[in-house]
């Protein structure tokens, strides 16, 4: 009974390249969550999505971020042009449907700029 | 301002001792999640509070709401060394599914 799934585990970018981080939820969840662990700082919420559909972005840095969840396979968050900034463990939490249901996270993806 | 507090930022305990985590809201919660997270790995789910007053155990792990639903605390007994770890309470205030996360206690047990 896999829980969430999330990778790579570690990522090393050049200043400049494109960043893409996978998550599969657990099975039978159709709720996505992409939160952001910056060092020494708390975990952020980055966005909320259900399947095709983004529910809540309110997170995500307006420019070079995106994030989708395909009908069919994981969900993908996706950094354009990446900068130093960018350094920070990227975590992926999914719930089911219905409300007053915990999200399980996933063990994350280490994201190091070079 | 954060909206939510932990406190102690760190605590160093004997092991075998008994522990307490508080987490404060500046708001009215719907709902307090508590996780545990190991260095460098994810988070593990432990606990959630909606109920002003509930009180929920799991193995030695006591978790309370209280009754104002703006403060909650996480109680361990006779601690162990996998009981280390970084612990994470996170609010729910009803109008969206997001978890806002509080900055997290590191627990160090000495053996």
């Known amino acids: 009974n896999a829980g969430v799934m999330q990778n790579p585990r570690h990522l090393v970018r050049r200043r400049g390249q494109e960043a893409r981080l996978r998550c599969s939820p657990m099975?039978?969840?159709?709720?996505v969550y992409w939160y952001r662990q910056l060092p020494e700082e708390g975990l952020k919420f980055m966005v909320y999505?259900?399947?095709?559909?983004?529910?809540?972005e309110s997170g995500m840095p307006k420019e070079r971020f995106s994030a989708e969840f395909p009908k069919e396979g994981p969900s993908i968050l996706r950094i354009q042009q990446v900068v130093r900034g960018d350094s920070a463990a990227y975590f992926c939490?999914?719930?089911?449907?219905?409300?007053?249901?915990?999200?399980?996270f996933g063990d994350g993806t280490r994201l190091s700029i070079l | 301002s954060q909206e939510l507090e932990q406190s102690p930022q760190s605590l160093i305990v004997q092991e075998g001792k008994n522990l307490t985590i508080n987490c404060t809201s500046s708001?009215?919660?719907?709902?307090l999640y508590w996780y545990k997270q190991k260095y460098g790995e994810g988070l593990i789910f432990l606990m959630m509070?909606?109920?002003?007053?509930e009180e929920k155990s799991h193995e030695k792990i006591t978790a309370k709401l209280d009754e104002k639903k703006q403060q909650s605390s996480l109680h361990i007994t006779a601690s162990q060394p996998s009981h280390a770890g970084i612990y994470l309470c996170?609010?729910?205030?009803?109008?969206?599914?997001?978890?806002?996360f509080g900055k997290g206690t590191r627990l160090h047990i000495l053996p």
């Open positions: 939490a999914s719930s089911p449907e219905g409300g007053n249901q915990p999200q399980h």
């Open positions: 099975k039978g969840h159709s709720h």
């Open positions: 999505l259900q399947k095709e559909n983004i529910i809540d």
């Open positions: 708001k009215t919660l719907y709902g």
């Open positions: 509070l909606q109920k002003g007053g």
């Open positions: 996170g609010a729910d205030y009803g109008w969206d599914d997001k978890i806002i």
